[in-house]
């Protein structure tokens, strides 16, 4: 059966949780920052307690030779009266010069999160994925090492002559890696925070990669553009469905594309349609007359689907949790099928290409 209609690949990327440090580095760190602390409260004639104990952060990421405590750290009153050698003897234990401690991330609509400066007076930090450097103003943007395996995985893509937009860009999280390694043609980059879009220019400078990126700063949904994407990365948790319409009004009409679509699984899209729904609707011809998807016109793509729960080293996933990936992922699908009919004024085919388990 002939079906009509422009061929439409998006790509699902469910977040997990960030990587884990190595136990044995976190455990000897953690053993010489209990000793260290409680031998200057023992030089200062302060009691060592269970509660003081608890008190200290179990968790930090190190930024070149700053290290980024967890939140709910270093609260008890004590330890403001022992500053700055408590500081000191921390970055001391953790083996950096500089230490800052995170809080709840701002409600600015930035996303700004909430980073005190404890040793040290310069903010700006570098740090290392994949080859790619990424400096940042650790009090004004977010860094996730959550992301490294998406970074991974669009590094090994092959975007030689497409045109890219990255409608949520931060400091290059992605960006870097369709420029660097992908090779993509030309990269569109929008962000709306003006400290992260320094940081970006920074890093594309850095990278050696800015001639064939050009920077939107400001509202994506306000973005003068149309048919010109090949891609488009919405890597933006918990959710990037405000930016839906502006990335189905970014794909090429003649010739489609894939939308790279982030999202904390928690629930299906608003407005959501079944694949049953779909099938009835205006926009039923994406399907055939059996309700599968038809994936033959996007087998020249890059990207290969990938249904499965991973290696044997990799997170475990159960039926039911693949069951409500797949179901969000097909609904999203037919989402995003109707807004390319109101976009566009005619069906496109749509296809759910990758859905890491």
């Given amino acids: 059966?002939?079906?009509?209609?422009?061929?439409?690949?998006?790509?699902?990327?469910p977040h997990q949780a960030p990587v884990p440090s190595k136990r044995c580095s976190v455990k000897s760190a953690n053993d010489k920052l209990v000793v260290s602390v409680r031998s200057l409260l023992e030089q200062r004639e302060e009691v060592w307690s269970e509660e003081l104990l608890g008190d200290l952060p179990h968790s930090w990421h190190w930024h070149g030779d700053l290290a980024l405590l967890g939140e709910g750290s270093f609260n008890q009153h004590i330890w403001k009266k022992m500053e700055p050698e408590i500081w000191e003897a921390v970055a001391l234990a953790l083996g950096v010069k500089r230490l800052a401690r995170v809080g709840r991330v701002s409600?600015?609509?930035?996303?700004?999160?909430?980073v005190t400066m404890l040793l040290g007076d310069d903010s700006w930090v570098s740090h290392?994925?994949?080859?790619?450097?990424?400096?940042f103003d650790v009090t004004k943007c977010m860094f996730s090492p959550g992301n490294i395996t998406e970074k991974l995985r669009i590094a090994s893509f092959d975007c030689r002559g497409e045109t890219v937009v990255d409608l949520y860009a931060g400091i290059g999280y992605f960006t870097l890696p369709y420029l660097v390694h992908a090779g993509a043609a030309d990269v569109h980059a929008c962000e709306w925070n003006p400290h992260a879009v320094?940081?970006?220019q920074?890093?594309?400078?850095l990278n050696g990669v800015s001639t064939r990126c050009q920077v939107h700063q400001g509202d994506n949904?306000?973005?003068?553009?149309?048919?010109?994407?090949?891609?488009?990365?919405?890597?933006l948790i918990p959710s990037s469905e405000e930016g839906w319409p502006v990335a189905c009004r970014l794909?090429?009409?003649?010739s489609g594309g894939i939308l790279h679509i982030h999202q904390n699984m928690t629930s299906r899209p608003q407005h959501s349609e079944t694949p049953e729904a779909c099938l009835n609707s205006p926009v039923g011809n994406i399907l055939d007359s059996?309700?599968?998807?038809?994936?033959?016109?996007?087998?020249?793509?890059?990207?290969?689907?990938?249904?499965?729960c991973g290696k044997p080293s990799q997170m475990q996933c159960s039926g039911a949790l693949r069951r409500n990936w797949q179901e969000w992922a097909e609904s999203t699908s037919c989402r995003i099928a109707s807004l390319l009919l109101e976009v566009h004024g005619h069906p496109w085919r749509t296809c759910v290409q990758y859905v890491p388990y």
């Fill in 107 to 114: 409600t600015d609509g930035y996303r700004t999160p909430v």
């Fill in 1 to 13: 059966k002939i079906l009509l209609g422009l061929p439409f690949v998006f790509d699902f990327y």
């Fill in 128 to 135: 290392v994925d994949n080859g790619i450097r990424y400096e």
């Fill in 251 to 254: 794909l090429k009409k003649d």
């Fill in 290 to 308: 059996s309700g599968n998807r038809t994936n033959a016109e996007f087998s020249r793509r890059k990207s290969t689907a990938a249904r499965n």
């Fill in 202 to 205: 920074r890093n594309l400078e």
């Fill in 221 to 235: 949904r306000e973005l003068p553009l149309c048919d010109i994407a090949d891609r488009v990365n919405l890597g």
């Fill in 198 to 200: 320094r940081a970006l």
